[in-house]
């Protein structure tokens, strides 16, 4: 990092708030120089210290330029996993908040007074995405048992009062801006006009056709479970005969990835030869009437407490739920 280069914002996430697209549009435009790979060493520092009750933080760490800025560029960093930590690995609201304390403190001393974005998305619909996600990466958990088994991580993800706490103790409250990614997709205009005037950051080109991280359909989700208790089932046995060379691991890895992305955007021809197989296999069994009411009425008045006296842009209900 040179010392003369301006960061005009750190994009933190959350995870499944379109952060995908908006390192897109980010990436395509020559005004912006994004940072996202970079952060990992951050990233894997603060998951270390996470999981220890002794803080960690204190070596400073260096973050890396994806590609050389050039002169007059708009330096962000955006990267989903500076918010959270630890999905399906049964981690406790402690680790949790130790991981994002720690990944704001990295980052604070490495990084000159940048604006903090944070990207929400509302509560249901999130944990919804992501269980998805959950799959994607590896998750055997149904739906129901993933709300049983990752209660913490679902809980203290979504409690904005406390990464929102946690992040302006480090930049200052004023820095952070909180936006709904439901303004996105109903007025992309104004989202990226409330970003300009909050960062610098100029509005990109909103013509341009832009990939993202889709959820994958649940008829091929319940396929990538199936596919993911296979893996866990030979790498549980492999660990307790010791007998899975460290080249076995990292090859399931790279196979996990290609059947995600297979399922992700399928072929008709992947299409008729899984058909079958789907047919028969039980659903993940995804219904929002799972998740427990008063679980979900917590969530929301961390959001209360945030957004009083704020409309959020018209989405404070939708949020709130009232």
């Known amino acids: 990092m040179s010392s003369n280069q301006k960061i005009s914002m750190v994009h933190i996430g959350l995870m499944k708030t379109a952060t995908t697209t908006l390192q897109n549009l980010w990436l395509q435009d020559t005004r912006v120089s994004l940072v996202h790979k970079g952060l990992l060493q951050i990233i894997q520092k603060a998951r270390v210290t996470g999981r ?20 007059g560029q708009h330096i962000v960093l955006s990267q989903e996993a500076l918010s959270t930590a630890y999905i399906n690995e049964r981690a406790s609201k402690a680790d949790i908040k130790r991981f994002q304390k720690a990944a704001a403190k990295i980052l604070s001393m490495i990084v000159p007074s940048p604006k903090i974005l944070i990207t929400v998305r509302e509560p249901a619909s999130w944990i919804k995405s992501i269980y998805n996600q959950s799959v994607k990466m590896g998750g055997i958990d149904t739906f129901p048992d ?36 439901e303004l996105m997709r109903n007025n992309k205009a104004l989202f990226f006009e409330e970003i300009f005037k909050f960062s610098g950051v100029p509005v990109p080109d909103l013509t341009v056709e832009i990939a993202a991280n889709p959820s994958m359909k649940e008829e091929h989700l319940k396929l990538m479970k199936r596919f993911n208790e296979w893996v866990d089932i030979f790498t549980r046995y492999g660990i307790y005969q010791r007998q899975i060379p460290q080249q076995v691991q990292q090859a399931l890895n790279i196979i996990r990835f290609a059947v995600r992305y297979s399922l992700e955007s399928p072929s008709a021809e992947l299409l008729e030869k899984v058909a079958d197989t789907e047919s028969r296999l039980p659903d993940c069994d995804i219904d929002l009437s799972h998740i427990d009411s008063e679980f979900l009425s917590k969530i929301r008045v961390s959001y209360q407490k945030v957004l009083i006296d704020n409309d959020f842009y018209g989405f404070r209900d939708l949020y709130c739920g009232q």
Do not use: R
């Not at 009750?53 to 050389?68: H, I, N, R, T």
């Not at 809980?155 to 990614?181: C, M, R, Y």
């Open 52 to 71: 220890s009750a002794k803080s960690g933080a204190a070596v400073p760490l260096q973050w890396q330029y994806d590609s050389k800025p050039e002169p």
């Open 146 to 181: 993933f709300l049983k088994m990752e209660k913490d991580f679902i809980k203290q993800s979504l409690n904005i009062v406390d990464l929102k706490e946690t992040w302006g103790e480090f930049f200052g409250k004023e820095n952070i801006l909180v936006l709904p990614i």
